[in-house]
């Protein structure tokens, strides 16, 4: 048995208790950076209406949020040098299928400026998840700053909204790839 | 005596049979944190601290989990076998700890969005700055791993030497250690 002077355990018990409070601490910033996003942007809260943004996309066209009225959808503001949010985009091309089965839709966005980071062009990240990528309901696009400013004010990357057929907000949190269990029903997925 | 000629005379010192105790503390605390390090390690890019991260461990991740897990608690039991914990060599193992979690603890989570936030930032500062500065650690994860796995195993390294340089009873490598310090040379030397 490893005998310690009782300052000595008691410094030991500290340094273990450091470690888990580091531990715990990256899941609850995570958790709390949405209800951050929520405070700084009131008009963006769940149960709010979905703002009436159109959306530059990649292919050159405009996508109209009110488009896709009638339809839930899941607006998703990433960055492209962001790990989980490149990652994300692999695991939800897994899902693609099923999304458009449901009749719903991905608005994947890169945020303004990519938020002064440098990554690569989104093209180059659509390019990478493959062929669902280009799936006919998988929208790729950039924010405009103002657009950025609304849906995203803390600065945040990998953060999503899930706006259902009537528009409204009704979930909101970081890194969807990650939290599709809760996701999928909420776009009219039914688990098997 | 060469450096790792030192952590076995530490190693086969701290972990003699007497102190078996020592071998079970090692084992039972570094395979959890070993594993908080396979779950945290591909966090970052997974998005989330869950055991579903796990799918995306590389095999280099693994190692490095397995090095800053049993590591820390190895560098831990010597520094305890050398004299105890509190002195030097224990900011060192935390540090490692430390270092290989930023990645995922400040890439791509609201810490550094709410640091800038805190110092008064306003949201255009946000926008331009927040990616510059979460983008680093992004960009250089595989770096702060392998210097987090590396400030682990400089002290592990120096508590094998603090320990060899204070014990006068250790024995060396592949002499067996037997009870009240005397080793097995020893006993040679006294017939």
Redesign the interface.
């Known amino acids: ?2 005998a ?2 009782h ?2 355990r008691i ?2 018990a500290a ?1 273990i208790a ?2 888990l409070a ?2 715990t ?3 609850a ?2 958790m ?2 949405p209800r ?1 996003v929520a405070a ?1 942007s009131p008009a963006i809260a769940i149960g709010r209406p979905a703002p009436p943004f159109a959306y530059r996309l990649l292919s050159g066209g405009v996508l109209h949020a009110s488009a896709l009225r009638g339809r839930p959808y899941l607006l998703w503001a990433v ?1 492209t ?8 985009s692999a695991l939800l091309a897994r899902h693609i299928a099923e999304i458009e089965r449901a009749h719903a839709a991905v608005v994947e966005l890169e ?9 690569p062009p989104l093209e180059s990240v659509r390019r990478g998840v493959g062929a669902a990528a280009f799936a006919r309901d998988w929208y790729w696009g950039i924010l405009t ?1 103002d657009q ?2 609304v849906l ?7 953060i999503y909204y899930v706006v259902d057929a009537r528009g409204r907000i009704v979930a909101q949190g ?2 969807p ?3 599709w269990e809760s996701i999928a029903p909420l776009l009219g997925i039914r688990h098997r | 005596m060469t450096p790792v000629a030192r952590v076995r005379a530490a190693l086969a010192a701290a972990f003699a049979i007497e102190h078996r ?2 071998t079970i ?1 090692l084992i039972a605390l570094g395979a959890p ?1 070993a594993m ?1 390090y396979m779950i ?1 390690l591909p ?8 055991l ?2 796990l799918a ?1 461990l590389t095999p280099a991740e693994a190692v490095a989990a397995l090095v800053l897990g049993f590591g820390t608690m190895l560098a ?2 010597l520094q ?2 050398a004299g ?3 002195r030097r060599g ?1 900011p060192l193992t ?1 540090g490692g ?2 270092v290989a ?1 930023a990645p ?2 400040l ?5 550094i ?2 640091i ?2 805190a110092l008064g930032a306003s ?2 500062v ?7 500065y ?2 680093f650690f ?2 250089y ?1 595989d770096l702060f791993v392998a210097g987090g796995v590396a400030l682990v195993v400089l002290s592990v390294w120096l508590a094998s030497a603090r320990m060899t340089s204070a014990c006068t009873t250790c024995p060396a490598p592949g002499v067996r250690p037997l009870r009240g310090g005397i080793t097995n040379a020893d006993d040679e030397t006294l017939h």
């Open positions: 048995m490893i310690l002077p300052g000595r410094a030991l340094m450091a470690l580091v531990a601490a990256v899941p910033i995570r709390h950076a951050a700084a960055a040098w962001c790990p989980s949010c490149v990652t994300g945020l303004y400026d990519d938020l002064g980071g440098s990554g700053e950025t400013a995203d004010p803390t600065g945040t990357m990998d970081m890194a790839a990650a939290h | 105790m020592r503390i944190l908080v945290a966090a970052e890019r997974y998005g989330a601290f869950s579903q991260a995306l831990f039991a305890a076998a105890g914990i509190g224990e935390l700890l430390l979690l995922a603890g890439c791509c989570t609201g810490v969005p709410a800038l936030a949201t255009p946000l926008l331009r700055e927040s990616g510059r979460a983008s992004a960009q994860a």
